[in-house]
Structures are given as structure tokens and as C-alpha cells.
């Protein structure tokens, strides 16, 4: 079935330590992005990938670095700089902007993170 | 710069009764895109709906419909006949040409239908 993993679905870290979130889709999307939300609010855009080997940054991008070597994929890593890392984190995918139109993003299951 | 406003944090409702969820948003583009999505209690978020700022025809998918109305700026959605299933969070999103096409989310209303 074609879809969006992420893993691990629930991962612990400790202060001071860099950690990388796994994306994977099969969808054959050229665009992917990375979210964040924290209870009680929506998602916030971290990055975002339109096509291999370029990203953008979203509106909280610090902290934060990705890298998009691969179509299928679109790793996060959250790193010692960011402040405040716990939290839900979505991963997406959608068919490449083009022209006039905008398609729909689709989600995988999330990770949810906890600093200890 | 575009907003989306969920002003209905958590609403709850019996069974069988119908709901309505608002969205107001704010935009400066004349073409834009409007979104609904679920996101139950497992976390994943699900599409329901996509509609273009060119569009006001309202649109009805078994019991969902949808109100999209310009002149207020607003983009409501139904639940005709609630069911506990329905129970979830709820997203309104938006994306315009002048804002890189990013997609900008409200803050959600948690919905809950009790038995």
C-alpha cells in the first residue's frame, strides 16, 4: 500500500543530544514537509522540500536541519540547539506545486518526542 | 500574511446530533486554497476536503458538507447526524500564491461525541 511511514513513533532523548527523525514515502510525491504541534495548537511549518536536494526553510526552522538526498525520503534532525524539542512531530507529502493549482498534503502517523 | 481561525477550541455533543465547526481566514491573494482535515486520537491526520477560492459551491460527502461562503471569509463545515467515530480534532488550513504556497493551519476544535 502506498503511504508515509515515520519512526520510531515515540522516541526519548536526552539534553544535548541530536536526534533524527525518519520519513519515508512511497506516494511518488515530489514535495515533502516537516510539521510540528504542540498541544492544544496547530501545525507549524519546520521545513520543506519541493524537489530533491533543495529545501526551504518554514516559520520555526531553527534548531533544526534536514537534508533530501532521496525522493522517497526527507530525514528531520532535531538538534541541541533547539530549545524546546518536545513534541509531536507530522511528516507530509503532496504531488510538486505547479501552475495554478495546489494539492493536498498527505500525513504519516507522526513521532512524538520527549526530552528528558 | 494569512491567518486561519478556529474559534471553537472543543465542543461536545450527543450522539445523532448534528454540528457545525467554523473557519474564518484571512488572506490577501484573490487565489487561494481552503482544507479540512481530521486528526483522530492516533495522531495521523486525514484530507476530507480541498476547495479553490473560485468555488463557493457548497459540497456535501454523506454527512459532511461544507459552507464556503467569500463575503465573510469563512469556510464552515457540518457533521450531519454525529457519530462517536467522529470524535477527533479538526483543522481548517489555508494556502495562497503569496505566501510560497505554505499552508498555514488553524488552531483546531476537538470535537467529542458522547454515546
Known amino acids: 500500500d502506498g503511504g508515509i511511514t515515520q519512526s520510531p513513533k515515540y522516541l526519548f532523548r536526552k539534553e544535548g543530544q541530536n536526534v533524527t527523525l525518519s520519513c519515508e514515502q512511497n506516494l511518488n510525491h515530489d514535495a515533502m514537509y516537516w510539521y510540528r504541534q504542540d498541544p492544544g495548537q496547530g501545525l507549524r511549518l519546520i521545513y520543506y522540500s519541493q524537489i530533491v536536494n533543495d529545501f526551504q526553510k518554514g516559520d520555526i526552522a531553527e534548531g533544526y536541519s534536514v537534508s533530501r538526498e532521496k525522493k522517497e525520503s526527507f530525514p528531520l534532525t532535531v538538534t541541541s540547539a533547539q530549545k524546546n524539542p518536545t513534541a509531536f512531530y507530522l511528516c507530509a507529502s503532496s504531488i510538486a506545486v505547479a501552475g495554478g493549482s495546489y494539492n493536498e498534503q498527505f500525513f504519516g502517523p507522526g513521532t512524538r518526542l520527549t526530552v528528558l | 500574511a494569512q491567518k486561519v481561525t478556529q474559534a471553537q477550541t472543543e465542543i461536545s455533543v450527543v450522539e445523532k446530533e448534528d454540528v457545525t465547526l467554523d473557519c474564518v481566514y484571512e488572506?490577501?491573494?484573490?487565489?487561494?486554497?481552503l482544507f479540512w482535515y481530521k486528526q483522530p486520537p492516533s495522531g495521523e491526520l486525514v484530507f476530507l476536503i480541498r476547495?479553490?477560492?473560485?468555488?463557493?459551491q457548497n459540497e456535501i460527502s454523506g454527512r459532511y458538507s461544507w459552507n464556503f461562503q467569500k463575503s465573510t471569509s469563512s469556510f464552515n463545515f457540518t457533521i450531519t447526524a454525529s457519530q462517536v467515530v467522529d470524535s477527533a480534532v479538526y483543522f481548517c488550513?489555508?494556502?495562497?500564491?503569496?505566501?510560497?504556497?505554505?499552508?498555514?493551519f488553524g488552531s483546531g476544535t476537538q470535537l467529542t461525541v458522547l454515546p
Open positions: 488550513a489555508l494556502t495562497a500564491f503569496g505566501s510560497a504556497r505554505q499552508l498555514t
Open positions: 476547495r479553490n477560492s473560485f468555488d463557493e
Open positions: 488572506t490577501r491573494d484573490t487565489t487561494y486554497y
